[in-house]
């Protein structure tokens, strides 16, 4: 009984070591790269699992758990020093080949520890035989622990520390699965020097950033120094001070007033966010509103009541009260810009956060949008993202949830009876961004209901900004002709106004032809056909696919291959193609998995064999499990605020609760279970939307509350199908269950990478219906597991 409790333990260890370091991952690549990949993470996670099984299929008899559980540890520490050390350029990828196989290399050294991990659990199910469904439930009740695990880490010891402490846990394992009295204590005695280790991390392990990071650029002049690094669950922040940081998006050049000392801050490695030394209450600072682009919505609303969304570090804030508004609400979803401005920047941005007319909402953009009754006269939606070229690569793939048609409409339900919005967005050629704000903002019109949309809507451009001006009501000749003054004192050209005059289009900021008028015309009157024909995509995202930087059409693919290495920007540029190269990657890794241990047994070309059963129903089960999860994720974000949130928040839900599932397979029908999972996830597909919408203002504990018992049926189902299945073959065909584990793992690794592939490209709720399909898939072929051969 010992020795069961001790493996019981041991593999709940490193379960969640394991999942600790597939979050940590994420967190890795979102702060050293442009991008969390978090689809890419869980593929190469599952997919070292996978291995383990095909291991195991062809060497039955495995090496001593303990041996496994140490060569685990040191895979780690292996695969984040080769991370680390070993430079992947991204932007160099499309003409230097050698960065290719160091991403390879990355991909593998990342998957290794999976690998090892999964050979642990493989033999532990694999010795169970028909009781496996009690290590598979360690195994995901271990992992679910290593979900919170991993975040508590992060906020403590930072990622560094939390890499370490995987380690520690996975030797802790090692001294657990050991028979021996000498060995156990000598492992658990190093793992408590590795544990101390974690806490105060030497210097050399420091990540280290792209080079083309922002926040490594940001350090570049001589006298720049990087004064602040702190570390929260799901973010890190650094601020950096030098002469040289200049940033206020769109100023007007018209502008003689001098500019403010700044400190830049950074999220993850990307920014900057301006930290503004400027008294909102001097006039210097009313000057400086004058010249913004801004500026123009409190000269025509003053004394506004305003919500300031994606405020960045405080420039619009400052701005908005210098211009007189007379109540600020800000939208402050990352605690540490907090911490940070009201810590060791309390005096250097005139204790902006503490001022009597400012009201933080320590919630996301849309969160604020929600709670509440109280109307606005302004809503800002602030320029804090930095520049982002139209085919940038990683940005494509990212969740924007603020610039989605349901976020504009929530935005003008809450306008007070005059109120305005305001969006300001980077300038493209041809026009891009801009011109998709455009598009967002008039089908949340029409969704609104607005019959007159050209007659409540301003849009105007400097030289690298566009603002657009969305109003409750129609603008009346008095706000037109203070438009007009407005613009012309800053050189500012009109790009759409209710009474435009085409001698008014491009006189300060010239063009050859003034593209950006001609397409919002175009946008106004024929939307359908427009979107249709325009080159990139415009159409607007959705909360069901809030990829608001992925303008990429199959049309431009020739282009896109043409200038491939030519742009400089991450992965060459080129942007979506990028997800269909991951897509082939995974799937000639799975393919192997899979064949191998097929081949070396001969049942390779016996399709009426046990094993095409066996295949169809693992891998029908194995994708239905990622494509699932993986959308869950996504939309969750916007729920929880933070893609690593989201991943813990959904990844311990599922996991546990599977865990759970898997404990009840024996009192369960298999096909019943499959049948009301089917029907459970049509209906949380159906209502995951309004269920999102009506939690978004409530707390943190009430929302994972709610998510919770959200996701604890289904979670529960889900863990049934793969246990109930591994009786059934070891009962009916002996010897079989590392080859199901390798089946399911690689098809889940596959889908990992084809459902965000399929939300990127028709939304969420495509990626969860297939997801479904293949549920039922397992469903039709439940039946022929349980007929002996």
Known sequence: MRSFTSRFIALGLISASSLAFEILLTRLFSIQQFYHFAFVVVSLAIMGIAASGTLLALKPKHPPLAVI??????????????????????????????????????????????????????????????????????????????????????????????LVFTVALGLLAAAFFSNRRFARGAWIAIAMLVILLSLKPPAALNLRLSPYKPLVTSQ????????????????????????????????????SVQIPTQAALFIDGEGPLPITSLDPDGPSALKLAEHMPAGLAYQLRPNAHALILQPGAGLDTTLALASGAEHVSLSVPEPLVAQLLEGPYADFTYHLLQHPRVELVSRSDRGALREGQSTYDIIQFSLSAPYRPVTSGAFSLAEQYSLTSNAFEQAFRRLSEDGILVITSWLGTPP?????????????????????????????????????????????????????????????????????????????????????????????????????????????????????????????????????GMTWQPFGGSGYLVMIALLALVA?????????????????????????????????????YLLIEIPFMQQLTLLFDRPALSLAAVLFILLLSSGIGSLLSQKVKLRSALAGLAGVLILLT????????????????????????????????????????????????????????????????????????????????AALALGIACYLGAWATAPSLAQKQ
């Not at 018992?709 to 529960?716: S, V, Y």
Request: with cysteine; hydrophobic share 50%; charged share 15%.
């Open 69 to 162: 559980a140490v060569i685990y540890s040191v895979s780690i520490a292996l695969a984040y020093l080769t991370i680390n050390f070993l430079p992947f350029d991204s932007y160099s990828i499309a003409w230097d080949r050698r960065q290719v196989f160091i991403l390879l290399l990355y991909f593998l050294a990342a998957g290794v520890p999976f690998l090892f991990s999964g050979w642990a659990i493989a033999a532990c199910l694999a010795d169970a035989g028909p009781d496996a469904y009690r290590p598979y439930a360690a195994n995901l009740v271990g992992s679910a622990i290593g979900c919170p695990g991993a975040l508590l880490a992060l906020a403590y010891i930072g990622a560094e520390g939390a």
């Open 432 to 564: 891009s961004e801009a011109a998709r704000v455009w598009a967002t903002l008039l089908a949340a019109l029409e969704a609104e209901q607005v019959d007159d949309p050209g007659e409540r809507l301003i849009a105007y451009r400097g030289m690298r900004t566009a603002t657009i001006i969305a109003a409750r009501h129609p603008f009346t000749d008095v706000e037109l002709a203070t438009t007009r003054q407005f613009l012309s004192a800053n050189s500012f050209d009109p790009i759409f106004l209710p009474d435009l005059n085409l001698d008014e289009l491009n006189r300060y900021n010239r063009l050859p032809q003034d593209v950006y008028h001609d397409l919002f015309t175009a946008l106004l009157e024929d939307p359908e056909a427009t979107l249709a024909d325009y080159e990139f995509n415009l159409r607007p995202p959705s909360d069901d696919s809030p990829f608001f930087y992925n303008f990429f059409r199959w049309r431009q693919t020739p282009q896109v291959l043409a200038t491939l």
């Open 686 to 765: 159906a209502t995951l939307p309004s269920v999102i919408r009506i939690a978004l203002p409530w707390s943190l504990t009430g929302r994972l509350a709610l998510v919770t018992a959200f996701l604890a049926l289904p979670g529960i189902l889900m863990g049934i199908p793969f246990a109930a299945g591994l009786r059934q073959i070891e009962k009916f065909m002996p010897g079989q269950i590392p080859l199901a584990w390798a089946i399911n793992g690689a098809i889940s690794g596959v889908c990992g990478v084809l459902s965000a592939l399929i939300a990127l490209s028709w939304g969420f709720n």
């Open 220 to 255: 570049l002049p001589p006298d720049a120094s990087l004064t602040d690094t702190v570390w929260s669950s799901a973010s890190r922040a650094d601020v950096v001070e030098s002469g040289s940081i200049h940033i206020f998006p769109g100023l007007s050049l018209n502008t």
């Open 588 to 624: 000639a890794l799975a393919l192997p998995i899979i064949m191998i241990p097929l081949v070396i047994r001969g049942d390779a070309g016996r399709v009426s064999s046990p094993h095409a059963r066996v295949m169809c129903y693992f891998g029908f089960i194995g994708a239905g």
